[in-house]
Protein backbone atom coordinates (compact mmCIF):
# COMPACT_ATOMS: atom_id res chain seq x y z
CA UNK A 1 0.00 0.00 0.00
CA UNK A 2 1.31 3.87 -1.43
CA UNK A 3 1.38 5.96 1.54
CA UNK A 4 1.41 9.73 1.06
CA UNK A 5 3.33 11.82 3.73
CA UNK A 6 2.13 15.72 3.26
CA UNK A 7 4.49 16.65 5.77
CA UNK A 8 7.54 15.31 6.37
CA UNK A 9 7.26 15.40 9.99
CA UNK A 10 3.75 13.67 10.32
CA UNK A 11 2.73 9.71 9.31
CA UNK A 12 -0.62 9.16 9.14
CA UNK A 13 -1.78 6.05 10.44
CA UNK A 14 -5.01 5.61 9.16
CA UNK A 15 -7.14 6.53 5.99
CA UNK A 16 -9.78 8.86 8.05
CA UNK A 17 -6.89 11.18 8.78
CA UNK A 18 -5.08 10.75 12.20
CA UNK A 19 -1.83 11.36 12.47
CA UNK A 20 1.12 10.81 14.52
CA UNK A 21 4.32 13.27 15.05
CA UNK A 22 7.42 12.48 14.76
CA UNK A 23 9.64 14.13 17.14
CA UNK A 24 13.09 12.41 15.40
CA UNK A 25 14.13 11.20 12.21
CA UNK A 26 17.78 10.05 12.19
CA UNK A 27 20.34 10.88 9.33
CA UNK A 28 18.01 10.24 6.53
CA UNK A 29 14.80 12.08 6.90
CA UNK A 30 13.16 10.00 4.17
CA UNK A 31 14.03 6.77 5.79
CA UNK A 32 11.97 7.24 8.54
CA UNK A 33 8.96 6.38 6.16
CA UNK A 34 9.90 4.04 4.76
CA UNK A 35 11.21 2.23 7.77
CA UNK A 36 8.15 1.66 9.73
CA UNK A 37 9.11 -0.94 11.58
CA UNK A 38 11.26 1.54 13.48
CA UNK A 39 8.45 4.08 13.85
CA UNK A 40 7.42 3.34 17.46
CA UNK A 41 11.16 4.41 18.23
CA UNK A 42 10.03 8.13 17.17
CA UNK A 43 6.23 8.98 18.48
CA UNK A 44 6.02 11.12 20.20
CA UNK A 45 4.12 10.51 23.78
CA UNK A 46 0.76 9.66 22.90
CA UNK A 47 -0.45 11.22 26.23
CA UNK A 48 -0.23 14.11 24.14
CA UNK A 49 -3.15 12.74 21.67
CA UNK A 50 -6.54 13.17 22.34
CA UNK A 51 -9.82 12.81 20.80
CA UNK A 52 -10.13 11.50 17.16
CA UNK A 53 -6.60 11.62 16.85
CA UNK A 54 -6.25 8.87 19.76
CA UNK A 55 -8.94 6.82 18.76
CA UNK A 56 -7.83 6.61 15.41
CA UNK A 57 -4.49 5.15 16.92
CA UNK A 58 -6.49 2.98 19.60
CA UNK A 59 -8.14 1.30 16.14
CA UNK A 60 -4.97 1.43 14.55
CA UNK A 61 -3.60 -0.87 16.97
CA UNK A 62 -6.91 -3.10 17.81
CA UNK A 63 -6.62 -3.73 13.89
CA UNK A 64 -3.85 -6.22 14.42
CA UNK A 65 -5.99 -8.35 16.66
CA UNK A 66 -8.47 -8.93 14.17
CA UNK A 67 -6.71 -11.22 12.27
CA UNK A 68 -7.81 -10.34 9.17
CA UNK A 69 -10.74 -9.79 9.33
CA UNK A 70 -12.24 -6.52 8.59
CA UNK A 71 -13.65 -4.02 11.65
CA UNK A 72 -16.40 -2.20 11.00
CA UNK A 73 -15.72 1.39 11.26
CA UNK A 74 -12.57 1.67 9.62
CA UNK A 75 -13.21 1.31 6.43
CA UNK A 76 -12.49 -1.21 3.54
CA UNK A 77 -9.20 -1.94 4.97
CA UNK A 78 -8.01 -5.82 5.59
CA UNK A 79 -7.45 -5.69 9.30
CA UNK A 80 -4.15 -7.84 9.92
CA UNK A 81 -0.83 -6.89 9.59
CA UNK A 82 -1.13 -4.23 6.23
CA UNK A 83 -0.90 -0.55 6.38
CA UNK A 84 -0.33 -0.67 10.57
CA UNK A 85 2.94 -0.19 12.02
CA UNK A 86 1.99 -1.33 15.05
CA UNK A 87 1.96 -4.68 14.33
CA UNK A 88 5.94 -5.12 14.74
CA UNK A 89 5.24 -3.36 18.21
CA UNK A 90 2.37 -5.76 18.89
CA UNK A 91 4.44 -8.53 17.91
CA UNK A 92 7.21 -7.67 20.21
CA UNK A 93 5.32 -7.02 23.35
CA UNK A 94 3.16 -10.21 22.73
CA UNK A 95 6.55 -12.23 22.34
CA UNK A 96 8.15 -9.87 25.23
CA UNK A 97 5.06 -11.27 27.81
CA UNK A 98 5.08 -14.57 26.76
CA UNK A 99 8.82 -15.36 27.81
CA UNK A 100 9.06 -13.14 30.88
CA UNK A 101 5.75 -14.32 31.86
CA UNK A 102 6.68 -18.06 31.34
CA UNK A 103 10.41 -17.01 33.49
CA UNK A 104 8.03 -15.82 35.86
CA UNK A 105 5.72 -18.69 36.69
CA UNK A 106 9.07 -21.01 36.75
CA UNK A 107 10.98 -18.80 39.20
CA UNK A 108 7.71 -18.45 41.40
CA UNK A 109 7.55 -22.40 41.06
CA UNK A 110 11.25 -22.64 41.39
CA UNK A 111 11.44 -20.54 44.86
CA UNK A 112 8.31 -23.05 45.83
CA UNK A 113 10.48 -26.47 45.08
CA UNK A 114 13.29 -24.81 47.42
CA UNK A 115 11.18 -23.95 50.12
CA UNK A 116 9.89 -27.66 49.94
CA UNK A 117 13.47 -29.34 49.93
CA UNK A 118 14.76 -26.71 52.54
CA UNK A 119 11.95 -27.81 55.20
CA UNK A 120 12.58 -31.66 53.91
CA UNK A 121 16.28 -31.24 54.91
CA UNK A 122 14.83 -29.34 57.88
CA UNK A 123 13.08 -32.15 58.89
CA UNK A 124 15.62 -34.99 57.98
CA UNK A 125 13.96 -36.85 55.78
CA UNK A 126 17.24 -37.16 53.52
CA UNK A 127 18.92 -38.75 56.14
CA UNK A 128 15.67 -41.50 56.23
CA UNK A 129 15.89 -42.16 53.00
CA UNK A 130 19.84 -42.60 53.26
CA UNK A 131 20.80 -40.02 50.10
CA UNK A 132 20.23 -36.12 49.29
CA UNK A 133 19.29 -36.82 45.57
CA UNK A 134 16.41 -34.71 45.46
CA UNK A 135 18.35 -31.66 46.54
CA UNK A 136 20.61 -32.48 43.68
CA UNK A 137 17.07 -32.75 41.35
CA UNK A 138 15.90 -29.05 42.71
CA UNK A 139 19.36 -27.69 42.53
CA UNK A 140 19.46 -28.87 39.01
CA UNK A 141 15.78 -27.57 38.41
CA UNK A 142 16.97 -23.96 39.55
CA UNK A 143 19.90 -23.67 37.55
CA UNK A 144 17.95 -24.40 34.66
CA UNK A 145 15.77 -21.55 35.30
CA UNK A 146 19.13 -19.49 35.93
CA UNK A 147 20.27 -20.82 32.46
CA UNK A 148 16.79 -19.84 30.77
CA UNK A 149 17.62 -15.64 33.12
CA UNK A 150 20.91 -15.75 31.57
CA UNK A 151 19.52 -15.46 28.05
CA UNK A 152 16.54 -13.52 28.88
CA UNK A 153 18.66 -11.03 30.54
CA UNK A 154 20.89 -10.62 27.56
CA UNK A 155 18.57 -10.43 24.98
CA UNK A 156 15.53 -8.43 26.48
CA UNK A 157 17.23 -6.49 28.72
CA UNK A 158 20.77 -5.83 27.54
CA UNK A 159 20.69 -5.43 23.83
CA UNK B 1 11.51 -46.74 48.12
CA UNK B 2 15.02 -47.62 48.94
CA UNK B 3 17.37 -46.81 46.64
CA UNK B 4 20.39 -49.34 47.45
CA UNK B 5 21.79 -47.79 43.38
CA UNK B 6 22.31 -44.34 45.24
CA UNK B 7 23.13 -45.45 48.73
CA UNK B 8 26.11 -47.62 47.90
CA UNK B 9 28.09 -45.89 45.04
CA UNK B 10 26.46 -42.06 44.39
CA UNK B 11 28.66 -39.04 46.04
CA UNK B 12 25.64 -37.78 47.29
CA UNK B 13 24.63 -40.44 49.82
CA UNK B 14 25.17 -39.85 53.27
CA UNK B 15 28.12 -41.98 53.65
CA UNK B 16 29.66 -40.45 50.97
CA UNK B 17 32.21 -38.58 53.01
CA UNK B 18 34.95 -35.57 52.06
CA UNK B 19 37.67 -34.95 53.60
CA UNK B 20 38.20 -31.43 55.74
CA UNK B 21 40.58 -30.71 52.64
CA UNK B 22 38.31 -31.38 49.66
CA UNK B 23 35.16 -29.49 51.45
CA UNK B 24 37.53 -26.42 51.35
CA UNK B 25 38.23 -27.39 47.57
CA UNK B 26 34.71 -27.59 47.13
CA UNK B 27 33.60 -24.17 48.39
CA UNK B 28 36.65 -22.19 47.28
CA UNK B 29 35.53 -22.89 43.56
CA UNK B 30 31.76 -22.29 44.23
CA UNK B 31 33.12 -18.87 45.80
CA UNK B 32 35.41 -18.80 42.34
CA UNK B 33 32.66 -19.49 39.98
CA UNK B 34 30.01 -17.01 42.42
CA UNK B 35 32.81 -14.12 41.69
CA UNK B 36 33.39 -14.97 37.97
CA UNK B 37 29.32 -14.70 36.93
CA UNK B 38 28.98 -12.01 39.18
CA UNK B 39 31.85 -9.51 37.46
CA UNK B 40 30.64 -10.21 34.20
CA UNK B 41 27.13 -9.38 35.23
CA UNK B 42 28.66 -6.16 36.43
CA UNK B 43 30.56 -5.92 33.51
CA UNK B 44 27.63 -6.42 31.45
CA UNK B 45 25.30 -3.81 33.01
CA UNK B 46 27.71 -1.45 33.03
CA UNK B 47 28.54 -1.24 29.33
CA UNK B 48 24.82 -0.99 28.77
CA UNK B 49 24.37 1.97 30.87
CA UNK B 50 27.43 3.72 29.72
CA UNK B 51 26.53 3.34 25.55
CA UNK B 52 23.80 4.59 23.95
CA UNK B 53 21.81 2.31 21.62
CA UNK B 54 22.28 3.17 17.74
CA UNK B 55 22.50 2.10 14.45
CA UNK B 56 26.63 2.67 14.32
CA UNK B 57 29.17 0.04 14.34
CA UNK B 58 29.82 0.38 18.04
CA UNK B 59 26.47 -0.55 19.27
CA UNK B 60 26.31 -3.76 17.12
CA UNK B 61 29.83 -4.34 18.78
CA UNK B 62 28.52 -3.96 22.04
CA UNK B 63 25.35 -6.11 21.46
CA UNK B 64 28.28 -9.10 20.00
CA UNK B 65 30.32 -8.60 23.37
CA UNK B 66 27.15 -9.17 25.38
CA UNK B 67 26.13 -12.38 23.19
CA UNK B 68 29.87 -13.70 23.67
CA UNK B 69 29.97 -12.59 27.57
CA UNK B 70 26.48 -14.37 27.91
CA UNK B 71 27.46 -17.83 26.31
CA UNK B 72 30.66 -17.62 28.88
CA UNK B 73 28.31 -17.73 31.43
CA UNK B 74 25.91 -20.39 30.48
CA UNK B 75 29.13 -22.50 29.63
CA UNK B 76 30.26 -22.35 33.40
CA UNK B 77 26.59 -22.59 34.88
CA UNK B 78 26.35 -25.65 32.86
CA UNK B 79 29.97 -26.90 33.64
CA UNK B 80 29.79 -25.96 37.06
CA UNK B 81 26.26 -25.67 38.83
CA UNK B 82 25.02 -27.93 36.92
CA UNK B 83 28.02 -30.40 36.85
CA UNK B 84 28.38 -31.26 33.46
CA UNK B 85 32.59 -30.57 33.84
CA UNK B 86 32.21 -33.72 35.98
CA UNK B 87 30.89 -36.00 33.33
CA UNK B 88 33.15 -37.67 31.09
CA UNK B 89 34.27 -35.84 27.92
CA UNK B 90 32.22 -38.27 25.74
CA UNK B 91 29.10 -37.30 27.55
CA UNK B 92 29.58 -34.04 27.72
CA UNK B 93 30.65 -33.40 24.08
CA UNK B 94 27.20 -35.45 23.04
CA UNK B 95 24.92 -33.14 25.35
CA UNK B 96 27.29 -29.80 24.16
CA UNK B 97 27.40 -30.39 20.62
CA UNK B 98 23.84 -30.93 19.26
CA UNK B 99 22.86 -27.55 21.36
CA UNK B 100 25.58 -25.68 19.71
CA UNK B 101 24.75 -26.60 16.01
CA UNK B 102 21.05 -26.23 17.06
CA UNK B 103 21.85 -22.80 18.55
CA UNK B 104 23.26 -22.11 15.07
CA UNK B 105 20.74 -22.79 13.13
CA UNK B 106 18.45 -20.72 15.37
CA UNK B 107 20.51 -17.81 15.33
CA UNK B 108 20.27 -17.85 11.10
CA UNK B 109 16.86 -18.50 11.08
CA UNK B 110 16.03 -15.53 13.42
CA UNK B 111 17.87 -13.35 11.32
CA UNK B 112 16.85 -14.87 7.57
CA UNK B 113 12.79 -14.51 8.80
CA UNK B 114 13.91 -11.34 10.57
CA UNK B 115 15.22 -9.66 7.52
CA UNK B 116 12.62 -11.16 5.17
CA UNK B 117 9.95 -9.81 7.78
CA UNK B 118 12.09 -6.44 7.62
CA UNK B 119 12.16 -6.36 3.49
CA UNK B 120 7.81 -7.44 3.12
CA UNK B 121 7.54 -4.42 5.18
CA UNK B 122 9.42 -1.66 3.02
CA UNK B 123 7.99 -3.38 0.18
CA UNK B 124 4.33 -2.60 1.18
CA UNK B 125 4.99 1.03 1.77
Redesign the interface.
Known amino acids: ???HIQDPLTVPISEDGGHVVLTEL?DHPHEA?????RINKYIEDETELEGDAMMTLWNARSENFSFGAPIPGLGADWGGI??SEYA?QQGYSNFFFFITGFHGFHVFSGVIINLVVFLMVLNRV??R?????M??KV??YW??V??VW??V??FF??? | MERDDLIVNDSYALNAHHSEEEGVAIRKKIYLVTVILSVITAIEVGMGVMFKRSEAFTWTAIKWTFIVLTLFKAGYIVMSFMHLGDERKNLRNAVIIPYFVFILYLIFIAITEGLAHYGMDQMFH
Open positions: MEMGHLHSLNHTMERKHYEVEGLHFDLVFFTYLI
